[in-house]
């Protein structure tokens, strides 16, 4: 009967999903080529329309073109996120590493006693105390996620070491004189590097989620630098009288957090390689 | 002793020493934070309208009455003691104790988060069984889809949608700050939908794997009926079924916030968010020390059920044969 397949054609998905990020990538990195109007430059008379052929998300509360600032603002959004991840990804793999490779020593208890004590904040409650208290804009929010981003890495990185640390080649490389340092980096890194991948895919999109959503109750960047956040928070005010503001930026997101999703459960369901949880 | 109470035992302490140094932690970043307590309490001495001699007096008084000289282990102790009372401070705005204030707002996020999280395993484990079942079916892939679909969306964009939808287009739901049962139901809805998603994947594929186990082939080339060994690997797939939808509860608990704030809805989620943003530092504190305390309980819960649902820890210690 063998294993069942949780995808028939993760080749597909992962091609969907990377051409919609390319799309979105594209079209925020040449926002001045792409963008028909300027994202600061105010307009008093066109304030508050709704979608049309000119403006095709509407304009916001000071005439400015929507579309062309969620372009702008994607730049910032997607730049922040990719380094907040990026960071997380190995500050996470190497401290999970050093867990797994350690497994019960000292180091490996003082690291999962942390990871005990971290999980226990809910992630939205620990971003919303720090900007609080530091005061709000992406800085603070993105040391609120550092705090917190780097644990599912380390939880995957120790258990895929624990999984592979007794295996004869790693044994082989022991007996053959190899230092704790080289193992470590030579033979298990290799094979964190994909599960880690596919769960910074994930975490990214999630990143990118929680980041919109702390931003729109008022905790992230600030105006008036077009940001997907800020944008939402200032739109805010404006809902019920052009919820398409808000429908706008959430298109763009929807869409980036989609392609990072299917990327990653199409790789996921390809490469296979190691459980992955992304809750 | 038996291993099972050994466990337990073990299980609680472990469980206070989490439970402590999270608080800890909390102490500290909420330490850490710029800005003089007391200049915030006091205001400064222009606003004050005092003038500065008693400014000072008043000044090193009250410094000295929240210990803000000592080190902040000694702080801590001091801070636990009165958190042990059940003395989390009093409010900057209301000037009425937090645990007062928190437990006014607690009945309402309980009325929405309990229904919320019954949907959310209901949807959750009941969806990802029957997707796992007919994988690769219509149905199956239409579970799929809404997975991917509900996690790419962010929760407020989905909530404010339906608001709109529910309250300005087809006026059903009305806007008020109340609490009536007329208004729980769509936001008790939404958070169950929004937060199930994770939890449907998860169990999918766990059920999956478990029906790709050679145990099930053999049951199933044995001619063992097929509500069976459905049932038998649904026995199987209990105990991470059970860690992950705690982990998608505290989730939840985390996304009622959103919820509470865009519907709202006058639970201690709105009110945190609203004293975070007023600077209300003792309600900000003593709701983190709430969530701590809550997401720790429920970590607890199911290591417990845990310790009680495994067999091989119901027996004594000493007849228990690892092997041969």
């Known amino acids: ?279 | 002793m038996s291993l099972r109470n050994k466990s337990i035992v073990s299980k609680l302490v472990e469980t206070g020493v989490t439970l402590l140094l999270a608080t800890l932690v909390l102490f500290i970043i909420i330490n850490l934070a710029p800005g003089d307590p007391i200049r915030i309490l006091l205001g400064t001495p222009e606003v004050a309208s005092v003038n500065n001699q008693v400014y000072q007096e008043k000044y090193q008084e009250l410094r000295e009455a929240y210990h803000l000289d000592d080190s902040i282990l000694v702080q801590y102790v001091a801070w636990m003691k009165n958190v042990l009372r059940f003395n989390l401070g009093d409010s900057f705005y209301t000037n009425q104790p937090v645990i007062i204030e928190l437990g006014k707002r607690m009945p309402a996020t309980l009325l929405l988060t309990i229904p919320a999280i019954i949907i959310q395993l209901t949807l959750g484990i009941g969806l990802g069984i029957i997707s796992a079942l007919k994988h690769n079916k219509t149905i199956d892939n239409l579970i799929r889809l809404f997975c991917v679909f509900l996690s790419s969306l962010p929760g407020f964009a989905i909530s404010l949608m339906l608001l709109y939808l529910f309250a300005v287009r087809l006026k059903l739901y009305e806007i008020s700050h109340t609490v009536s049962l007329m208004r729980l139901y769509l936001p008790t809805i939404t958070l169950g939908i929004i937060s199930s998603p994770a939890l449907i994947r998860v169990v999918r594929s766990n059920m999956l794997e478990e029906l790709g186990k050679q145990y099930t082939a053999f049951a199933i080339a044995r001619g063992v009926k097929k509500r069976a060994v459905i049932r038998g690997a649904l026995k199987n797939i209990m105990l991470p079924i059970m860690t992950l939808a705690a982990h998608s509860s505290v989730n939840l608990i985390g996304g009622s916030v959103i919820i509470e704030s865009i519907f709202s809805w006058p639970g201690i989620g709105k009110y945190a968010l609203d004293s975070i943003l007023l600077r209300d530092y003792p309600v900000v504190q003593g709701y983190g020390f709430l969530m701590i305390c809550i997401v720790i309980a429920i970590n607890l819960l199911v290591e417990l059920g845990y310790i009680f649902i495994d067999p091989r820890l119901k027996r004594p210690e000493r007849k228990i044969r690892w092997g041969g």
């Open chain 1, 1 to 279: 009967m063998g294993r069942l397949k949780v995808n028939k054609n993760p080749n597909l998905t992962i091609f969907l999903g990377i051409f919609i990020l390319i799309m979105i990538v594209i079209s925020c990195t040449f926002a001045n080529a792409i963008a028909p109007f300027s994202p600061i430059e105010q307009n008093p008379v066109d304030r508050l329309k709704s979608p049309n052929l000119t403006h095709l998300m509407g304009t916001d509360q000071f005439g400015r073109d929507v579309f062309s600032r969620v372009l702008y603002g994607g730049r910032r959004t997607l730049v922040a996120a990719l380094l907040a991840t990026v960071v997380n990804t190995l500050l996470g793999t190497a401290l999970g590493l050093i867990a797994g490779y350690y497994h019960g020593k000292l180091v490996d208890r003082i690291i999962m006693r942390i990871v005990d004590c971290l999980v226990a904040f809910p992630f939205i409650v620990l971003a919303m105390i720090i900007t609080s208290l530091f005061g709000t804009g992406l800085v603070h929010l993105l040391i609120a996620i550092a705090i917190v981003w780097w644990i599912p890495f380390a939880r995957l990185s120790r258990s895929v070491t624990l999984k592979y640390k007794e295996e004869p080649e790693i044994l082989a490389a022991k007996v053959a004189g190899a230092s704790d340092v080289i193992i470590m980096i030579r033979e298990l890194l290799p094979r964190i590097f994909s599960p880690a991948f596919i769960l910074a895919t994930f975490k990214l999109g999630s990143l990118i989620l929680s980041m919109s959503a702390l931003s729109f109750f008022g905790l992230g960047a600030k105006p008036p630098t077009p940001e997907w956040g800020s944008m939402l928070s200032d739109s805010k005010a404006y809902f019920f009288q052009a919820p398409y503001l808000i429908i706008g930026i959430c298109i763009f997101i929807f869409f980036t957090v989609l392609s990072l999703n299917l990327i990653g459960e199409g790789l996921r369901d390809k490469l296979d390689p190691f459980e992955i949880i992304e809750i």
